[in-house]
């Protein structure tokens, strides 16, 4: 049988056919990104301007019949265990005389680590991993016990592991430049260290920066946001890969976004988790079965996505566990997302950059060149649309503000550029989580918004997107004033107050314009995000992945 299908995912036309050498040469030669895929036993020609008309002629002299994409349902998961398992997971907790008695689903957690060894905690934000993964140290007493984390939320790992367990464990965190007053106390049971300084920099690789981690002989290391991670060659995951190297130590790996956008972004999480080889036999086989991964001509290509419920299936049944908030927490209220589209008040000024940046892109590419434009050439550009977008919105935001304050309901406001922050921080006299702030005052400002009277905090998407708890315990309201690039940062984000404790039902506002950039990016997030449901959550594509390429596309279009 000689069939085909359109992956609109990944803008290629698939064929299946038996060996056929006249066929293969056709293919071969229609465009330079022509392949065969070894693990999707299918040769695979990319969509585009050049290769329709050959794509006709394939299809129409070799008789080949189009199907349907082949669909995998979506991945069901339970993790539900017996009476039996309940009260025996139970009683490890009661006989630790934990100050919290931890839910069903938490012990479902401790069950499956208990099971499985060495894990990757997926759960949804809001649903407590810090905790889950401290139920497992404890209950399996593995101690000394590492904690990789970002520095915002190194000195509330310490808060938390003293409170859970009621200052009865030696919890120390670790200083980049300890004084002589001040020490690193490496003895104790759980040594806290930010990702910023478990490594340095040696020659053209990299190394530990304190003696203590390789000398200490960790029984558990948690990385904590492991999603920091994914790129091989930094000097965070060269260390962390350092660390795990002996076969003796339980490894636990938590992140709500284990995949942002791409398939591939797992790969050195798993690579440091030791659990690669239960997903595929190595690299070349995992970007070509999970990445629709080719050698370009310039290297390899690996920014696709094929075969993403059975990569889900596959992770879930070997060490990897994700439950939804609202799937566990039945009695949580939900969120209610809405998008205010508000006039700007520099229309002109947005109309000319945007024409200037397209007429840029196609007298320096042409324009089928140009919507697939490199993302880096184009970064610099389509900052200065997005600065535009803030700036002109920025009067609207200002009104919106000022009537919100009469209803003196606690509103959280999230934002990108500093200066408009600073400015709405000023302009209300509310305080703003910004970056360069340390974990300590960035807690500070959030148990002074819990006692005090002010409408309004302001935060750095980046800086109080994670590792900031307890808003959720006075407010249930959010502004967001720009859109990021990632969808895992709007998820990061809503996450500061849809999470356990929420009492109220959440509600998410976007101020967005028509008129701006902010069309095309809100388009290219909910593409983006599907893939990233797709393998952290088992739910199948249904719609176009995208990125940066896709907003100048659809910027190009705007203006015919």
Known sequence: MRNFYIDKLNKTINFSFEVNKEISDKIKNADYNSRWNPELKLWILPINNWTRDTIKYIVSLYGFKMIDKPQEKDVVVDYKRTEIDYAYLKGLCDSK????????????????????????????VGLGKTFESILYTEVKNMFPCLVVTPASVKQQWKEKWEEITKGKRKVGTIKSSPKKSDPNNWDSDVCIINYDILGK???????????????????????DEAHFLKNKGSIRARASKMLTNRDDVVLQMLTGTAIMSRPVEIWNLLKILKTDELIADDWYQFIRRYCGGYKGKFGWVTDGATNTIELNRKLRESFYIRREKRDVLKEMPKVTKQVLNVPISNKRDIQKATTNFIEYVKEAKGEEAAEKAMEAEHLVALGMLRKLSIEGKLKAIEQYLRDWKESGVKLLVFGLHREQLDYLSEKFKCSLIAGGMSAERKREIVLQWQQDDNVFLFGNMESAGTGVDGLQDVCSNMLITELPWRPSDLVQAIGRLDRSGQSDATTVSFMLSEETIDQEMWSMLEDKEAVAEAVNKGIDIKRQNSGMKAVIKKLLKKVK
Request: net charge positive.
């Open 201 to 223: 920099k040696q020659g053209r690789g990299a190394t530990l920066k304190f003696q203590e981690l390789k000398k200490t002989k960790w029984k558990t290391i948690i990385f």
């Open 97 to 124: 005389d934990f100050l919290y008695t931890p839910r069903d689903y938490q012990l479902e957690c401790l069950g499956f680590a208990l099971e499985k060894g060495n894990v990757l905690i997926g759960d949804d």
